[in-house]
């Protein structure tokens, strides 16, 4: 069985989760307490020397440990239903807007969390390394936050999904990103028709609860 290393207040996870459930995948948890920084024992750096969440132990053994490698491991070994693109177009747009909402959504989220919160002082980035906070850039991640929702909100005017005519992992990187933004007190609101319709419209997806 597929086994998910996991963290159930963390973004990153959720995306794992959210892609499993729509892939109807039954898996196996493990429970990494991020909190008490067991991803930095050593029990679970035996298992991801990187210390980060997720990852994903296979039926025969691999673990991939970052959700780019989860997202094209489970497409490639279970392809339906299909998650990043069916036609050569589609997975070029899929990759393409994954890729922003990662880079422009999460990402910014991280900037204004990890450099501003006073129990990140000296974790301001995951991993085996203790980078300072750099104030700035939560105050630049905050901005870039505020972007994002405005580049959803008009790409999704008249669309019911962010890449293609259908779901697919870009908006599991979205959805993860605007619902984690409330983490620095950021959300869509009135100037955000668009983007509110499609997270109202998701919610009726079993995974969302996730």
């Known amino acids: 069985m597929l086994t998910l290393y996991d963290c159930a207040t963390a973004p990153s996870p959720r995306r794992a989760r959210i892609f499993l459930a729509e892939k109807g995948l039954a898996h196996a948890t493990v429970p990494v307490d991020l909190r008490s920084r067991e991803q930095l024992g050593e029990a679970y750096r035996q298992i991801n020397p990187e210390a980060t969440v997720p990852a994903l132990r296979t039926e025969d053994g691999q673990v991939w440990t970052d959700n780019a490698a989860i997202a094209a491991y489970l497409e490639a070994r279970y392809p339906h239903p299909p998650l990043l693109g069916v036609t050569p177009a589609e997975k070029a747009e899929v990759a393409s807007w994954n890729g922003r909402a990662e880079f422009e959504g999460l990402m910014a989220i991280a900037e204004a969390f990890r450099n501003s919160t006073p129990a990140m002082a000296q974790r301001a980035l995951p991993g085996v390394v203790d980078y300072p906070q750099i104030p700035a850039l939560a105050e ?61 419209a998701l919610a009726q997806r079993p995974s969302m609860a996730l």
């Open 140 to 200: 630049r991640g905050l901005a870039r936050i505020d972007h994002f929702f405005d580049q959803l909100n008009a790409r999704l005017a008249g669309r019911a999904f962010i890449a293609t005519e259908r779901f697919s992992v870009a908006d599991i990187t979205a959805v993860v990103a605007v619902d984690f933004a409330r983490i620095v007190k950021r959300q869509p609101g009135e100037a955000h028709p668009h983007l509110l319709r499609w997270r109202a």
